[in-house]
């Protein structure tokens, strides 16, 4: 198993530009989210799904969209970049459609810069 | 909102010493805590998952206690070696998920 892959692993990005993050699981877990990890803050929910076609938001959503047409695939995509989205992003999935009870397992990350 | 604190959010002991790491949290309402490791520049592993039920977890040199009463968790680290060098992060579950800032943690060999 691969486990939690995500790409790229750096990108830098000028204000307005769009992109997207991409995640990707193959353990089959119903749950996955996106983390935002900034110096002193801890890392903070973006968005996650319970599952294909379900999504939700999280602590800092805005500025960002998710979609989940596979179980496999979770993309982020960052609609105008802003300086402020500057961070590393992670992509964690769980087996549990709640995530309740079940170990989270973290991709490597990606770095995020906005000029 | 969850309120997860991590205090020291550094420390440094000399290899071979006894530790222990503190997680706070401000509402009692989890599903289970998570302890985390990670090493710069690289992604989360998980360490230890504690149920809400549960008040230890146990894994080799690590072991993990949670008191939802009192709304703590800690992370005791036996015989430390410069390889448990690493930041760690300790995630409660309650209607999200809510992360400590972490604790860097230094091993001096």
């Known amino acids: 198993n691969a486990g939690v892959t995500q790409t790229p692993k750096f990108q830098v990005l000028k204000t307005g530009q769009s992109m997207t993050l991409q995640c990707a699981q193959d353990?089959?877990?119903?749950?996955m989210s996106w983390y935002r990890q900034d110096p002193g803050m801890g890392l903070r929910l973006i968005h996650y799904?319970?599952?294909?076609?379900?999504?939700d938001q999280g602590e800092v959503p805005n500025g960002y969209n998710v979609s989940r047409s596979t179980t496999e695939d979770f993309p982020l995509r960052l609609l105008s970049a802003a300086p402020s989205q500057t961070s590393v992003y992670f992509c964690?999935?769980?087996?549990?459609?709640?995530?309740?009870?079940?170990?989270?397992?973290f991709g490597p990350g990606t770095r995020l810069l906005v000029l | 909102k969850q309120e997860v604190t991590q205090i020291p959010a550094a420390l440094s002991v000399p290899e071979g010493e006894n530790l222990v790491l503190n997680c706070s949290f401000t509402?009692?309402?989890?599903?289970?805590l998570q302890w985390f490791r990670q090493d710069p520049g690289k992604g989360l592993t998980s360490l230890l998952l504690?149920?809400?039920?549960?008040r230890e977890q146990t894994s080799g040199r690590l072991n993990a206690s949670l008191d939802k009463s009192s709304g703590r968790s800690t992370l005791y680290i036996a015989a430390s070696q410069p390889g448990d060098s690493a930041t760690y992060l300790c995630?409660?579950?309650?209607?999200?998920?809510?992360f400590g800032t972490g604790t860097s943690l230094t091993v001096i060999p």
């Open positions: 964690a999935s769980s087996y549990s459609n709640s995530g309740r009870g079940q170990t989270q397992y």
């Open positions: 353990m089959n877990h119903e749950y």
């Open positions: 799904s319970v599952g294909a076609g379900i999504t």
């Open positions: 509402d009692s309402a989890i599903y289970n």
């Open positions: 504690i149920q809400s039920s549960q």
């Open positions: 995630a409660i579950h309650g209607n999200q998920f809510y």
